[in-house]
T-cell receptor
Framework: NAGVTQTPKFQVLKTGQSMTLQCAQDMNHNSMYWYRQDPGMGLRLIYYSASEGTTDKGEVPNGYNVSRLNKREFSLRLESAAPSQTSVYFC???????????FGPGTRLLVL | KNQVEQSPQSLIILEGKNCTLQCNYTVSPFSNLRWYKQDTGRGPVSLTIMTFSENTKSNGRYTATLDADTKQSSLHITASQLSDSASYICVVSAEGGSNYKLTFGKGTLLTVNP
């Protein structure tokens, strides 16, 4: 089992460019999450999907959109990147939100 | 407002020594508390998850304690190793049906020196 995989591992964007971060899990989990992690801020939830077909906003959703493509895949899109979106992005999954979350390796995004 | 406070922010110890990390929370109603280890440049990995009825839970050299009355938890690391150098994150989950209700601490950065 690969667990949670994320692509790309690293990306540099110019202000105003768009991109999609991909996440997939092979643990048959219902719930999936997108977090961003900034120095001194800890992990902050951007969006989550409690089950296939549903998505909900987290603490910092502005500037992002998500798609729960199927049970395995949950993508995060930046429509018009801003320097404030420079961060490390983690995808995670769990059976339900009350259960242990399994995190991917992260995507390091730099917006110039 | 639900909050999770961790202390200390950072800690340096010598290899072989023990240490204890603290987590205080104001999350209500409480469901469970988790400790994660995050190595530099990697995603967090779960160490323990504890419910209201569990006072102590171990995972190898890691032992977590929970006092639900005082809303405090600690993570004790025994006979530290260089590989224990990481950030340790406390996460508290609140009851609430299917809605997401997780509160993350900012972590304690542990450095183990030879």
């Amino acid at each position: 089992n690969a667990g949670v995989t994320q692509t790309p591992k690293f990306q540099v964007l110019k202000t105003g460019q768009s991109m999609t971060l991909q996440c997939a899990q092979d643990m048959n989990h219902n719930s999936m999450y997108w977090y961003r992690q900034d120095p001194g801020m800890g992990l902050r939830l951007i969006y989550y999907s409690a089950s296939e077909g549903t998505t909900d906003k987290g603490e910092v959703p502005n500037g992002y959109n998500v798609s729960r493509l199927n049970k395995r895949e949950f993508s995060l899109r930046l429509e018009s990147a801003a320097p404030s979106q420079t961060s490390v992005y983690f995808c995670a999954s769990s059976g339900t939100y009350q259960e242990t979350q399994y995190f991917g390796p992260g995507t390091r995004l730099l917006v110039l | 407002k639900n909050q999770v406070e961790q202390s200390p922010q950072s800690l340096i110890i010598l290899e072989g020594k023990n240490c204890t990390l603290q987590c205080n929370y104001t999350v209500s109603p409480f469901s469970n508390l988790r400790w994660y280890k995050q190595d530099t440049g990697r995603g967090p990995v779960s160490l323990t998850i504890m419910t209201f009825s569990e006072n102590t839970k171990s995972n190898g050299r890691y032992t977590a304690t929970l006092d639900a009355d005082t809303k405090q938890s600690s993570l004790h690391i025994t006979a530290s190793q260089l590989s224990d150098s990481a950030s340790y994150i406390c996460v508290v989950s609140a009851e609430g049906g299917s809605n997401y209700k997780l509160t993350f601490g900012k972590g304690t950065l542990l450095t183990v020196n030879p």
